[in-house]
């Protein structure tokens, strides 16, 4: 049986802009579900289950911004805010709401192709590493990277798959520096090297939900440079050699 189609919600409201989208994505095996207004996205969401949402911000009767929100809520769905705004702080805003992406208007069809490969490759269960990794703890926090599964305190915690996926590459090298390039490429893709936003704003994401605010830091972070995640609670802290007298 051949799996089903891939399905994305566009809301949008300019019509030239879902016919580009609409007709490019059928003709490649996709399947399309148009909110032209924004009123119905949610329920679009939650009756359809679409992989992937491609949110205007701009729409004639609702705020992108606020839908953006609405739709992250407690639901996995990959979202891509697609919008003529090109200021740095919409950028952020939006990814601080919950967008895995933000591409700006006017688009190519190649660049829009390439970003929505990319998010389902994060929001699709990854392929198991070559052996079995154990649960890691990190103080309150247990990862089972097999399971896909984060607890705090024994609680399940929610994660948006691009959060997951930058959680896997940091607890892979627990003390390990990696650098916003690196994670940019793992998490994001080829081309988003110097996107470092994303990374700032993943991760300040991850703190909110992982770190206790008194507590330790689970995530440290490298001015200028990167991450580096804590060591799990099993393993001894790295020691410095002793020089010899």
């Known amino acids: 049986m051949a799996d089903d189609p891939t399905l994305v919600l566009v809301v949008e ?14 003709v490649r095996g996709f399947e399309v579900v148009v909110s032209r207004t924004g009123q119905d996205a949610v329920e679009l969401v939650d009756a359809r289950q679409p992989d992937v949402v491609l949110l205007d911000l701009m729409l004639p009767n609702a705020d992108g911004f606020d839908l953006c929100r609405e739709i992250r809520a407690d639901r996995s769905v990959g ?23 933000y ?13 929505i490969t990319a998010l389902l ?41 691009t959060e997951f996926a930058l959680l896997r590459e940091l607890v892979l090298a627990p003390g390990k520096l990696l650098t916003h390039a690196a994670l940019l490429r793992k998490v994001w893709g080829q081309g988003y090297e110097t996107a ?23 995530i440290v972070t490298e ?13 001894p802290p790295p020691t410095e050699p002793i020089p010899s007298s």
């Open 13 to 26: 409201d300019d019509r030239n802009i879902i016919d580009l989208v609409q007709a490019n994505l059928l």
């Open 79 to 101: 979202i891509i805010v697609v919008s003529a705004r090109r200021g740095e702080q919409d950028k952020v805003r939006a990814l601080n709401l919950g967008a895995d992406d």
């Open 103 to 115: 591409l700006t208007k006017p688009f190519g069809i190649d660049e829009l192709l390439a970003r």
């Open 121 to 161: 490759r994060r929001s699709r269960p990854a392929l198991p590493p070559p052996e079995p990794v154990p649960p890691l703890s990190f103080g309150s926090i247990t990862v089972d990277l097999d399971a896909q599964l984060v607890t705090k305190e024994g609680a399940p915690v929610h994660l948006t798959p």
């Open 196 to 218: 470092t936003e994303y990374t700032r704003t993943y991760v300040r994401r991850l703190r909110a939900k992982l770190e206790d605010p008194d507590g330790p830091a689970l």
């Open 223 to 235: 001015p200028r440079a990167g991450y580096r995640m804590a060591l799990p609670n099993d393993r």
